[in-house]
């Protein structure tokens, strides 16, 4: 069983930068990426980010390349993922989410284990 809990989110103007936060505890024997996905109300899960833990190698979908940066600290078992040039669309719940991904580093189905979520508001 793991553990995810996101801090971070908040209320920031367009242009504006934010930094979440996804505090990981358990067993992380099985977890070999963990990733930051965002969903608006009435719409689909969206990937944003994902890093595998043991090498730190990013991946970003073509569209977010540039404004977003995933990282993490193994050594606290903590993924980063900071937002610069915020913009209006950005708004979302942001989740973290870990697991054993074999195929789709930002398919939603690969990842058994999830935070609550913090909310990012971009006005």
């Known amino acids: 069983q793991v553990q995810l809990v996101e801090s971070g989110g908040g209320y920031v103007q367009a242009g504006g930068s934010l930094r979440l936060s996804c505090a990981a505890s358990?067993?992380?024997?099985?977890?070999?990426?963990m990733a930051w996905f965002r969903q608006v109300t009435g719409k689909e899960r969206e990937g944003v980010a994902a890093i595998y833990r043991n090498s730190g190698l990013p991946y970003y979908p073509m569209n977010k390349k540039g404004r977003f940066t995933i990282s993490h600290d193994n050594a606290m078992n903590t993924v980063y993922l900071q937002m610069d040039s915020l913009k209006a669309e950005d708004t979302a719940m942001y989740y973290c989410a870990a697991g054993f991904v074999r195929l789709d580093l930002l398919g939603d189905y690969e990842y058994e284990n999830w935070g609550q979520g913090t909310q990012v508001t971009v006005s």
């Open positions: 358990g067993d992380l024997n099985s977890v070999n990426v």
